[in-house]
């Protein structure tokens, strides 16, 4: 699934929950995505979303658990343990800090059709081209603000996540494509 060839809404939380960082993500996000589409996006903030948002369309949240319920909740439920220097995932610790990114995309809890993104930390490949920016993002990633000689993120952890939930992980998460497996079938894909 191409999460952003389908309808898909884009969440932010607000600046009085105090990650005024994460709100010029999900601005910036809004602004590269209507340049790249030449139109409009539909974008909520998460205090006025409903049930009916993110249970009918695939949707991207920009924040991090500790001011979002609602990232905080498809970690929790996605089996993403948060510390404050990490997530832990898979038997994998993802660091977390200000040098350090992290996207995750997951069955949609709220329907199984559609897809939940959470993007926390640093912006995936700032300086990227709009048509290129979204190109090479396995189903999770923690990756750094250093660059490859593309111009992408370098990962410190990166995997697709199977229709069991099991992820297989990189052998080599440095590399500069991340290739899916022949014999894996993720039905996610990010972007």
């Known amino acids: 699934m191409n999460a952003l060839l389908r309808p898909f809404l884009l969440v932010c939380v607000c600046d009085w929950c105090g990650d005024g960082y994460s709100n010029e993500l999900f601005k910036a996000c ?29 949707f991207v949240i920009f924040s991090e658990p500790e001011y979002s319920r609602v990232i905080s909740f498809l970690l929790r439920r996605a089996g993403v343990s948060v510390r404050r220097d990490a997530f832990v995932y898979d038997g994998k610790i993802l660091k977390r800090d200000e040098k350090h990114g992290f996207l995750m995309a997951m069955r949609n809890p ?21 048509n290129h920016r979204f190109d ?50 993720s039905p996610f894909q990010l972007f």
């Open 136 to 185: 090479r993002i396995p189903d999770v990633i923690s990756y750094t603000g250093d660059k490859d000689r593309f111009g992408y993120p370098i990962a410190d952890e990166a995997g697709f996540i199977g229709d069991d939930g099991k992820v297989r992980w990189s052998p080599n998460p440095t590399a500069e494509v991340y290739v899916e497996p022949e014999d894996w079938d």
């Open 110 to 130: 709220f329907n199984a059709n559609k897809t939940a993104i959470v993007q926390c930390g640093i912006p995936w490949a700032t300086g990227q081209s709009h």
């Open 30 to 58: 809004i602004r590269e995505w209507e340049d790249y589409a030449h139109g409009t996006t539909r974008s909520k903030s998460e205090t006025l979303l409903t049930m009916q948002d993110v249970g009918e369309r695939n």
